[in-house]
């Protein structure tokens, strides 16, 4: 199974690949013309999120959800890129799933109030890089990516098929 990891962002949007090893694929960001509008900003990550979608060809995209509780501006703002990421995976046939971010930092550190250091170190040892993915947007998918991962393994599990 290959999954695409999104840590949206309406300015900067990380993406991160992995395979069920997990195996790193490929990683990234979008980032968009700093002084462009609203929408202009999602039409640009629309068509680069569909664009990394038709050539890297996912089986599956993982989204992170806002975090609404530090700035409602800011959550509705991820939430745009959010829905931008959704739509992309629909469009191209794939389906998604939405990890709130405690979850995500649960499922890759085993404590889901882990420090973005954290986060990405043990995205380094779990993909076994070299050095920490950087910067912080793609690591951030790259940890959707892998909390989905082990999400649908545990599925799998519980549905009593370990493949």
């Known amino acids: 199974?290959?999954?695409?990891?999104?840590?949206?962002?309406?300015l900067v949007m990380g993406y991160g690949i992995i395979e069920d090893e997990p195996a790193l694929v490929d990683f990234g960001v979008?980032?968009?013309?700093?002084?462009?509008?609203?929408?202009?900003?999602?039409?640009?990550?629309?068509?680069?999120?569909?664009?990394?979608?038709?050539?890297?060809?996912?089986?599956?995209?993982a989204v992170e959800e806002p975090f609404v509780a530090l700035n409602v501006r800011s959550a509705l703002a991820i939430g745009r890129a959010q829905a931008i990421a959704l739509l992309?995976?629909?469009?191209?046939?794939?389906?998604?799933?939405?990890?709130?971010?405690?979850?995500?930092?649960?499922?890759?550190?085993?404590?889901?109030?882990?420090?973005k250091e954290q986060v990405q170190r043990m995205v380094q040892l779990q993909l076994q890089l070299a050095e920490p993915p950087e910067p912080d947007d793609a690591a951030d998918a790259l940890a959707v990516a892998i909390c989905h991962l082990q999400h649908s393994h545990l599925d799998r599990l519980a549905k009593g098929n370990s493949r």
């Open 1 to 10: 199974m290959r999954i695409i990891g999104i840590d949206p962002g309406t």
């Open 30 to 61: 979008l980032v968009c013309p700093k002084h462009s509008h609203i929408g202009e900003r999602l039409h640009f990550l629309y068509r680069g999120l569909s664009g990394i979608i038709a050539e890297c060809k996912p089986d599956v995209m």
């Open 88 to 115: 992309a995976a629909a469009s191209a046939g794939i389906p998604s799933f939405e990890y709130s971010p405690a979850q995500v930092k649960q499922a890759v550190s085993s404590y889901g109030s882990s420090g």
